[in-house]
């Protein structure tokens, strides 16, 4: 069993930063593959990032150059800085761990987070 729980949310202008965190609780968080999804209302639930347990970095294209994932084994936590933020990326961030590697379907993850609300004003 896995549980995560997100921080770090919050509103922002456009052009600013944040910083989320996803604690885990798990005996061996280095070995899940962890993603990042959000969903703005109205919207499907959309990958965002992603790290494998070797530290490979996924990224939807329209994030790329924007966004970070990393992660912290020794602190079992994942983080997905953003900046510089844009209107668009306000959404509901979740998340999301899998025993597998890579993966961009929501489906494919079977223990997610409460979901982080981030709000960027124009």
């Known amino acids: 069993q896995v549980q995560l729980v997100e921080s770090g949310g919050g509103l922002v202008q456009t052009g600013g930063s944040l910083r989320l965190s996803c604690a885990a609780r798990?005996?061996?968080?280095?070995?899940?593959?962890m993603g990042w999804f959000r969903q703005a209302p109205g919207k499907e639930r959309e990958f965002v990032a992603g790290?494998?347990?070797?530290?490979?970095?996924y990224y939807v294209d329209s994030v790329k150059g924007r966004f970070t994932i990393s992660r912290d084994n020794g602190m079992n936590t994942v983080y997905l800085q953003m900046n510089p933020l844009k209107p668009e990326d306000t959404a509901v961030y979740y998340c999301?761990?899998?025993?597998w590697g890579y993966g961009s379907k929501w489906d494919g993850y079977a223990y997610w987070g409460q979901g982080t609300q981030v709000t960027v004003s124009s």
């Open positions: 999301a761990a899998r025993s």
């Open positions: 798990v005996r061996t968080f280095s070995s899940y593959f």
């Open positions: 790290i494998s347990r070797s530290l490979g970095t």
